[in-house]
């Protein structure tokens, strides 16, 4: 999954590796989405509130948001709403 998605993501500020993201997850889900799109800023609180519901005592669902917007400050401004990893906007 690492040659797909890579090795190193952003949880919050900080870093995070691949294996510390899926440890003991039992799903995986990838969200492309972006700032500037008005389906993105709707569909992220729903989001939100099942990843938060959905883990609830025990982790069991991750998700790895990769950026389509258009600079880093829309990045940061989208990812700030996230409770989950981000591939890092500088990441090919």
């Known amino acids: 999954m690492d040659s797909i998605i890579g090795k190193?993501?952003?949880r919050g500020k900080d870093n995070a590796d691949?294996?510390?993201i899926l440890e003991a997850k039992d799903f995986?889900?990838?969200y492309f989405g972006a700032h500037w799109a008005?389906?993105?800023?709707?569909?992220?609180?729903?989001l939100a509130e099942f990843y938060n519901k959905i883990n609830q005592g025990e982790k069991r669902?991750?998700?790895?948001?990769c950026s389509?917007?258009?600079?880093?400050?829309?990045f940061e401004r989208n990812f700030a709403e996230m409770p989950w990893a981000a591939i890092p906007y500088t990441d090919e």
């Open 61 to 65: 669902m991750e998700v790895i948001f």
């Open 68 to 74: 389509i917007d258009g600079n880093e400050s829309a």
């Open 38 to 46: 008005p389906p993105c800023r709707l569909f992220t609180p729903t």
């Open 18 to 20: 691949l294996d510390n």
């Open 28 to 30: 995986v889900a990838i």
């Open 8 to 10: 190193t993501f952003r």
